[in-house]
């Protein structure tokens, strides 16, 4: 079945570092992937997403590329801020059933000034 | 607007009251779902609504009973709840006729079962 793998936390940066955080899927078909953010206290926040190969989705400086042949989704920015501590969760639609979402475990970033 | 708005924000009820969750969406979506979350889990589906019928029931027990007035509207009655479905309950929307079903979020309820 459709599954979603993305790197475990929690991950702790100095502010303006770079991020990457891995997420790695399985599935039939072509689904559509997402990245969503959850700031603490809050609900969640679709931050970016891609609808096909080599897409690439980006937002608030966030950048992930549809990677088909390596089946992945990495969310990357290339300098965080102490705003940008949260709880990151890579999914993807299920090809069965659009309105199912397969979420990864998720992974909470803290950004430390 | 592309907001969906929960009511009550915070929720303490007891093992025999009955409450009622309240998410209301003004982007013209025709699904709407309940979800449930769990600290530092991902959310877990409830139900899904389409075009104000129920489509998705993942195996809820029938304590949480879901209500879907018009496509603006949802609702979930709880009743006997217990300890263990205290948590952060989600209520989501998205278009439906686009093919195009990125899902936005309420900023949820936190329930707590006394």
């Known amino acids: 079945g459709n599954s979603v793998t993305q790197m475990e936390g929690p991950v702790t940066l100095s502010e303006e570092a770079f991020l990457t955080i891995n997420c790695t899927y399985t599935a039939t078909g072509y689904p559509s992937l997402f990245w969503y953010v959850q700031y603490p206290g809050e609900g969640l926040q679709l931050l970016l997403k891609a609808t096909k190969a080599d897409d690439k989705g980006s937002n608030k400086g966030f950048e992930a590329t549809y990677r088909k042949e390596t089946t992945s989704f990495h969310l990357e920015k290339g300098s965080v801020q102490v705003s940008d501590s949260a709880v990151y969760f890579c999914a993807l639609s299920d090809a069965g059933n659009n309105r199912k979402l397969i979420w990864g475990l998720g992974t909470s970033l803290a950004v430390n000034p | 607007d592309t907001e969906v708005t929960q009511t009550p924000k915070h929720l303490v009820m007891g093992m025999t009251n009955k409450k009622s969750l309240k998410c209301e969406q003004h982007?013209?979506?025709?699904?709407m779902y309940w979800y449930k979350q769990k600290a530092k889990k991902p959310p877990e589906l409830m139900f899904v609504y389409s075009y104000e019928k129920l489509s998705i029931n993942e195996s809820v027990p029938s304590r949480f009973s879901p209500e879907c007035p018009n496509s603006s509207l949802l609702n979930l009655h709880l009743h006997a709840l217990q300890p263990e479905d205290s948590a952060l309950y989600l209520c989501?929307?998205?278009?439906?006729?686009?093919?195009?079903?990125?899902?936005?979020f309420g900023p949820g309820t936190r329930l707590t079962v006394t």
């Open positions: 982007m013209g979506h025709r699904a």
């Open positions: 989501a929307s998205s278009q439906e006729d686009r093919g195009d079903y990125e899902q936005y």
